[in-house]
């Protein structure tokens, strides 16, 4: 599994990107961690369907949003 933390400052689209590539290479299950303020701002279903999960931090605690999916792709890239 990989654990990304993003920033406040990082654009949505390469924070769903980089946890896909990391899927890509072997990895089976990845799971971004943002700001809760950013968080409450994402529509959960596109990482419930991507298998993607979604974390929340919040004063320090992480609380997990949407549980990562075990994600393996096949063939060759």
Known sequence: ????LRSN????LRGL???LRTLAHDYDMALPATYQSIV?????KVFQ????????V???E????VEPK????WGEI
């Open 70 to 73: 075990n994600v393996k792709f």
């Open 17 to 19: 990107g980089q946890p």
């Open 62 to 65: 992480l609380k997990i949003v």
């Open 9 to 12: 400052k990082d654009d949505v």
């Open 40 to 44: 409450e701002r994402l529509d959960a």
């Open 1 to 4: 599994m990989v654990v990304e």
């Open 49 to 56: 369907a991507s298998g993607i999960g979604l974390a929340a």
């Open 58 to 60: 919040d004063k320090g």
